[in-house]
């Protein structure tokens, strides 16, 4: 397989910025994992947080320990009052991702020659 394709793929299916990291350009490769995991702290810890009070409800009995009254809290909660990092960091993700492997198929493009 071509460059090109190799770090196509690993961008898009191992680790978005890997595919950079593999042809040589590591401070793009760096940028790209490092904007990555930032995005994914803040979509964990919003979700922790979410996760964190529903529990505390069950645990106060606010919210019946059955399957639907359970999957309806969290339903609730991931739809309103969302925080704008929360989108702001899946915006992230989703261009480094989709973002990095066109770049990365781009540059290696150029390197096949």
Known sequence: MSKSVNAALLNTFVCPGSGHLYLGKKAIGWGIIASCFISLCVIMTVVMKRAQS???????????????????????????????????AWIVLLICWIGGSISAYIMGKKLDG
């Open 54 to 88: 529903i529990a505390d409800e069950i645990v106060a009995g606010n919210i019946p320990l059955d399957f639907y009254s359970i999957y309806d809290a969290v339903h609730q909660s991931m739809t309103t009052n969302l925080p704008p990092s929360l989108n702001l």
